[in-house]
C-alpha cells in the first residue's frame, strides 16, 4: 500500500475481510519514504501484532504479506533486516505490479511521487523528502545494487509469488496515460512498472501467478477496476496452490536452496544435500 494513502484497493481488501472472514492488517507505512525506512515500521508492526497475540494465548500468526507497487520493495527491505522472523512466521509474499528490478521513469521524472505527495492523506516524515525519499530507492540502479547485497539472503527464505499488470495507453487511467508518455517504455508495462521489472529474479524460483490487464492506479476507488474480484481471486488461487502448508513451503524452499548452493558442483568441488529437514 503505497499510492493515495490507505484508499489502494481498499474495496479488495475489506471483501477478505468481510467476504471471507479472513484477518487482514497494513503496517502504517509513509508511502513518500524509502523501503528501509518503511523495512523498519513493517518489522515492528508484525513483531508486535505477534507478541500481542502470544500474549492473549492465542497462537503465533503465520502471514501471507500482499505487498503493492512499491509495498513490495518496503517489505524485501523488511524481509532481508529480519531473516529468522521471516522464515519463522511469513507463509509466503505476493508481489503486485512492483517495481521489483526499478521503475525507469524515475530516472526521468519522479511524477508518480510527486502524485503521492500531492494525494496522501497526510505529510509524511521530513527525512523521507531528502535522504529517505522514497523516488531515491526505486529507480533501477539502487534496485541493482539491493539484488547484489541481498539476494542469496533471500533465497529460500519464504515463498515468492507475482502478479504482473499490463494497460494499454487508451485504457489507462489520465494520469498513467502521463507517466506512458513521459518514459516511453520499449515494453509492455502499466504506466509505472515494466513486464520484466515485476518479475523476481530467476534464484529466488518464484512463482509467476500471471498478468491482469489493469494499469499502475487501478487500485483507487475511481477505477473500474474490479479490485474485489481480484483480490478474492489472489487468495483462492494461493489456496488452490496450497500456498499455507508449512510443510510442503519447508520442503520447497529446501529443495530452492541446494538448487543454487548446488548450481556448480564441479567448479566448486563441493555438492550439499541434507539428510534431515529442521
Request: hydrophobic share 40%.
Amino acid at each position: 500500500n503505497s499510492i493515495f494513502d490507505k484508499e489502494i484497493f481498499s474495496l479488495g481488501l475489506n471483501a477478505l475481510s468481510d467476504e471471507m472472514g479472513l484477518r487482514v492488517i497494513q503496517p502504517p507505512v509513509e508511502a513518500t519514504c524509502s523501503g528501509d525506512f518503511n523495512g523498519d515500521i513493517i518489522a515492528n508492526y508484525l513483531r508486535q501484532d505477534t507478541q500481542a497475540r502470544i500474549a492473549r494465548g492465542q497462537k503465533a500468526p503465520k502471514y501471507m504479506i500482499l505487498g503493492y507497487s512499491k509495498g513490495a520493495v518496503d517489505t524485501l527491505n523488511f524481509m532481508v533486516k529480519n531473516q529468522q522472523f521471516t522464515s519463522t512466521y511469513v507463509k509466503g509474499f505476493v508481489a503486485i505490479a512492483a517495481p521489483l528490478h526499478g521503475s525507469s521513469i524515475l530516472n526521468k521524472t519522479d511524477l508518480p511521487f510527486a502524485l503521492v505527495s500531492a494525494l496522501s492523506e497526510k505529510d509524511g516524515p521530513e527525512i523521507c523528502k531528502t535522504e529517505k525519499a522514497a523516488a531515491k530507492s526505486l529507480v533501477p540502479s539502487a534496485m541493482q545494487s539491493f539484488w547484489r547485497k541481498n539476494e542469496r539472503s533471500l533465497i529460500g527464505l519464504t515463498r515468492y509469488y507475482s502478479v504482473t499488470f499490463e494497460s494499454d495507453p487508451e485504457d489507462s487511467h489520465v494520469f498513467m496515460k502521463a507517466t506512458k508518455l513521459i518514459a516511453q517504455f520499449d515494453e509492455s508495462n502499466d504506466g509505472v512498472v515494466t513486464t520484466s521489472s515485476s518479475k523476481f529474479p530467476a534464484n529466488l524460483v518464484a512463482l509467476d501467478l500471471g498478468t491482469v490487464k489493469a494499469d499502475h492506479l487501478a487500485g483507487i476507488l475511481a477505477s473500474r477496476f474490479n479490485q474485489k474480484a481480484f483480490m478474492k481471486g489472489l487468495i483462492n488461487t494461493l489456496g488452490e496452490l496450497d500456498a499455507g502448508n508449512s510443510q510442503a513451503n519447508l520442503q520447497w524452499n529446501t529443495n530452492v536452496i541446494l538448487s543454487v548452493a548446488n548450481a556448480h558442483p564441479v567448479r566448486d568441488r563441493m555438492y550439499y544435500r541434507l539428510n534431515s529437514q529442521g
